[in-house]
């Protein structure tokens, strides 16, 4: 029987959690270890500086009170005791294309599967007016996983999974869109006078791309992206080694 690691960044309560738990089931024996909060937007931060707990909230289902990141490394180490044939994080609440994926919580969850060696996925469904329904993302999910679980991925690469509100039209392997970024904020008072700020989230505005993330979503069809932690610029390597740093006594 293979071993599914389930984790999220919305919580443990969150119900995209629960759906993808329960598509994976039918491919292994599926343990959660998700956040007690919400811990959307965090990116892979892990915590280093305090302790941190779990509890056991059911069979084979843990609350962590840290991040997703977290919730990888210790239940691999402590509850599963051992890598898992795979790692799944999500089903987000919105979608994370792009440039957004460094932001998201539910992506670094399965960044941090990839680099414990484990093959990882990502998956995340568009909001919509409507109250989410998961079923069509947790399907899509339990279809690249099984694909992961059956051909295996690259050593540090997984894949992130974007699904599209409504009924998809099918998969597209996809790049990551170039978002237009304008973050808006807001300037405020308190009741005291003073001021705060409200970061809002950006516009939804892409450079145009036929095989982005963004545009498969936007044409109704699952995005699957491969992804990597290496974020080395290659391009811009023999430019940087030109700029020498050092004087020319230090240089090799
Ligand atoms: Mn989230």
Not at 126 to 149: N, Q
Request: aromatic letters at 6%; glycine letters at 10%.
């Amino acid at each position: 029987m293979k071993r599914i690691l389930v984790t999220n960044d919305d919580g443990v309560l969150s119900q995209g959690l629960t759906a993808l738990a329960q598509a994976l089931s039918r491919l292994g024996t599926v343990t959660i270890v998700a956040p007690t909060r919400e811990a959307s937007a965090i990116g892979h931060a892990l915590t280093l500086h305090h302790p941190v707990r779990f509890d056991r909230i059911s069979e084979n289902v843990y609350a962590l009170d840290g991040t997703p990141t977290d919730c990888v490394n210790i239940g691999i180490a402590t509850i599963l005791g051992g890598l898992p044939d795979l790692v799944a994080s999500g089903i987000n609440k919105g979608l994370n294309l792009g440039d957004d994926v460094t932001y998201s919580g539910t992506v670094a969850g399965a960044m941090e599967g990839a680099l414990l060696g484990v093959p990882s996925l990502a998956v995340s469904l568009e909001r919509t007016k409507a109250p989410y329904e998961f079923a069509d993302a947790a399907e899509a999910a339990a279809r690249v996983a099984g694909a992961i679980l059956d051909r295996g991925l690259p050593a540090r690469t997984f894949l992130n999974v974007n699904v599209p509100g409504g009924k998809p039209k099918g998969f597209r392997v996809t790049v990551q869109a170039r978002r237009n970024h304008v973050t808006t904020v807001s300037a405020l008072q308190d009741p005291r006078g003073r001021p705060y700020y409200w970061i809002g989230e950006a516009e939804d505005s892409y450079y145009p791309h036929d095989r982005s993330d963004y545009q498969a979503v936007q044409d109704g069809f699952v995005s699957v992206t491969p992804l990597q932690p290496d974020l080395t610029a290659h391009d811009a390597l023999k430019l940087v080694e030109e700029m020498r740093f050092s004087s020319d006594g230090d240089r090799e």
